[in-house]
C-alpha cells in the first residue's frame, strides 16, 4: 500500500501540491483528474521520488519513503512524450529493465513476447525508435513499464499521442494487466471521459488539493462540491443560480424549476449544475424544470449534437443525440428531468436532497 500523509510541495511562494492525503491499495487503479496544472504530475514525481516533499511523509508498505530517490524504488514511469532509448532496438529497449534486473534469458524473451503483442509492436521488434512513428514510440515506452514488475506504475497521460482504437484496447487492457500484477496503478489525465472509461478509483485534483477521492462512478455521481462536479463533467457543467424563500424557488437566466422542487432546502441562495447530456428538445413533462436560451453555435459530430446558448447571461451546452439543425440566436427551450440535477450551496457544497434521486 502507498500512504501519502499530509503531503505538500513549495517552491518558493507557489504551492504546487498541498494537504494531499492518500492510500492506493495494491492492485488497484488509480485516476488522477484534473485540469494542466492541477499538480497531476507533480504529484507522481513526489510518489516516484523524483521530488521531495517540502511537508507531509510517503509510506510504502508501511515503510517511509519519503525522500528516497526513485533509483532505490521499484518504481516504473511512462510519460506522454515517450522516452526510449535510441541505440536500442524496439525489443531491447522492452528487455531492458529485466536484464538490469538480471533475469534469464528465457524469461526476458517470454516477457518481451508477450508485451509486443499486447502493444501490437511485433513487426517492430528489430527497429530502432528513431525508425518508428510516435504511438509505436509511446507503445514501445508502455511495453517496457509493463514488463518491469514494478511495485509502483506511474502513467502521466500515456495514451494521449496514440490512435483512438488503440487507445481503446489498452484502457480496456491496462487496468487487467496491472492489477493482475499486484502493482499499484497511478494514471493521470485531464480528460473525465477516460476516467471513466478505465474505472477503478479517481482523486480530482484542483489548485494542487484533492478535492474527492472515491471509486470513479461514485465520484462522478456524487461529486462532493461545484469544483469536483466542474472537474468531472465533459462537456463543461452548466450551472445556473437559483434562491429558495418561504418554501418557493425563483431562477434566472431563463430558469424555470417545478412547484415544490424547493421542498427541504433552507432559504437561501444555491446553484444548480445540469450536464450537457441532460438537456433535452421537444419534452413538455410537467414535472420537469425547463431553460430558456438562444443559440450561439452548433456542432455536428457523427451522431451528436452540441448546442451552445445564451441562457439569459450564462454560457450553456447542451448534448443531444442526432442531427440537430439549430440557426444562430434561435430560441430553444430545454427540458431536464429533476433526477438528473446536482444542487450545490452557495459555497459550492453538494446538497442532499429528499425529492432528488442520484444525479446519473
Not at 530502432?128 to 510516435?134: E, F, R
Request: glycine content about 10%.
Amino acid at each position: 500500500m502507498l500512504q501519502l500523509e499530509k503531503v505538500g510541495k513549495t517552491v518558493g511562494r507557489d504551492v504546487h501540491v498541498a494537504d494531499v492525503d492518500l492510500r492506493l491499495e495494491r492492485g488497484s487503479l488509480n485516476v488522477l483528474l484534473g485540469p494542466t496544472l492541477s499538480g497531476k504530475t507533480t504529484l507522481m514525481r513526489l510518489m516516484a521520488g523524483l521530488d521531495r516533499p517540502t511537508e507531509g511523509r510517503i509510506l510504502m508498505d508501511g515503510q517511509d519513503v519519503t525522500g528516497v530517490p526513485v533509483a532505490k524504488r521499484n518504481v516504473a514511469m511512462v510519460y506522454q512524450q515517450f522516452i526510449n532509448y535510441p541505440a536500442m532496438t524496439v525489443r531491447e529497449n522492452i528487455a531492458s529493465p529485466l536484464r538490469v534486473a538480471g533475469k534469464p534469458s528465457a524469461k526476458i524473451e517470454e516477457a518481451v513476447a508477450r508485451a509486443a503483442k499486447l502493444m501490437k509492436l511485433e513487426p517492430y521488434l528489430d527497429r530502432t525508435p528513431l525508425n518508428l512513428s510516435g504511438g509505436q514510440q509511446q507503445r514501445t515506452a508502455l511495453a517496457r513499464a509493463i514488463v518491469k514488475g514494478a511495485d509502483l506504475v506511474l502513467l502521466d497521460e500515456p495514451l494521449a499521442n496514440l490512435d483512438y482504437k488503440l487507445r481503446e484496447e489498452l484502457r480496456e487492457e491496462l487496468p487487467r494487466i496491472f492489477a493482475a500484477s499486484g502493482a499499484i496503478f497511478v494514471y493521470a489525465t485531464t480528460e473525465p471521459t477516460e476516467a471513466l472509461l478505465l474505472g477503478g478509483n479517481t482523486a480530482t485534483l484542483r489548485e494542487g488539493r484533492i478535492t474527492q477521492f472515491g471509486p470513479t462512478p461514485a465520484v462522478y455521481r456524487t461529486p462532493a462540491d461545484l469544483a469536483t462536479a466542474r472537474i468531472v463533467s465533459d462537456p463543461p457543467l452548466n450551472v445556473l443560480p437559483f434562491e429558495v424563500q418561504n418554501g418557493g424557488v425563483t431562477g434566472s437566466n431563463g430558469l424555470t424549476l417545478p412547484q415544490g422542487f424547493g421542498t427541504g432546502l433552507a432559504p437561501g441562495r444555491y446553484q444548480l449544475g445540469i450536464r450537457a447530456h441532460k438537456l433535452r428538445l421537444g419534452d413538455t413533462e410537467p414535472a420537469a424544470g425547463t431553460l430558456a436560451a438562444a443559440v450561439l453555435t452548433s456542432e455536428v459530430t457523427g451522431s451528436q449534437t452540441f448546442v451552445h446558448a445564451d441562457g439569459g447571461g450564462a454560457r450553456l451546452v447542451a448534448l443531444l443525440p442526432g442531427v440537430r439543425r439549430v440557426e444562430r440566436g434561435e430560441a430553444l427551450r430545454f427540458t431536464f428531468d429533476l433526477a438528473s440535477l446536482l444542487v450545490f450551496d452557495a459555497d459550492g457544497r453538494r446538497v442532499d436532497h429528499s425529492t432528488l434521486p442520484l444525479a446519473a
